[in-house]
């Protein structure tokens, strides 16, 4: 720890989700070889990559399974720091809607870290394995210099969506547009898309699927901002909340829609980071044997120890 530096980036992980579809806690489910979970090769290399500080982002409901499987681990090598995201941690005036169960989304993850974030910042999810090259390129924007001018500068891991599909479901992907700059013009959150032989399609609502190009770039939540977007977020949040429909109880309030929404508005730009890298996760129990198949591979590889 006593390399820690003032206004290094930290990495803040999202960890708090209920793990609906997958059906159990899967932020602690072993899919190494020595037991090991995917955060653990995620903080593996982000510390690689620069990054010694991170925040957990949690529920207090497995604060103490978490901190037992990873946190206790984590913290003889890099600081690490807690965060709740609680469904009644709102603006004021706003109250949780009876019967809402789900969690409001990865915005709200974020600031429930933000009495703890004094610098730039990388976001991931706990629950996806996404490769050292996104840590690296992530940490060395926000350690850059930019330009000072009237917009904020983020930055922005883009996976091939090719290398992002799951073999047991649709999955959802933030798609891009990038300009000849490789800056981000657009980014729409897709659902269900869907690995077809011809690639990967979305429902078209005939029984078929419109088809997607594999060769875009997706966000798979990786992020580098600056802190100044999370007082954006704090009054933007209380927007999304006021234009919520009486009995909407699965609204969230996304990164991807919300930096979209920057972007129209010119508040931000943001560096879309080409990843070669092939991106797994749990999203579905069955996502399990070939996640544990491809950790083995690359420790084989000699990728990881």
Sequence with gaps: KGDLIMN????????AGMGSRYGGMKQ????????EV??????YDAYRAGFRTVIFVIKHEIEEA???????????????????????ILPTGFEVPENREKPWGTCHAVLAAKNLIDGPFAVIN???????????KVHDFLVEEHSQDDLLHFCMAGFILGNTLSENGGVTRGICQVDDRELLTSIVETHDITKTADGAG???GNGGFAPLDTNSHVSMNMWGFTPEILDYLDQDFAA????????????????PTVVDDMLKKQLADVQVLETRDRWFGVTYAEDKAYVTDSIQALVKGGIYP
Excluded: T
């Design 202 to 204: 979305v429902p078209d």
């Design 28 to 35: 602690i489910d072993p899919v190494g070889p020595n037991g």
């Design 8 to 15: 290094k980036p930290v990495l803040v992980v999202m960890a």
């Design 240 to 255: 999304f909340l006021s234009a919520q429909k009486e009995g909407d109880l699965k609204c969230e309030y996304l990164i």
């Design 38 to 43: 995917i955060i653990d090769y995620s903080l």
């Design 66 to 88: 978490f901190r037992a499987a990873i946190g206790d681990r984590i913290s003889k090598i890099m600081e690490v720091k807690y965060a709740f995201q609680q469904l009644d």
């Design 126 to 136: 706990a629950d996806d394995y996404y490769g050292k090259e996104g840590f690296k």
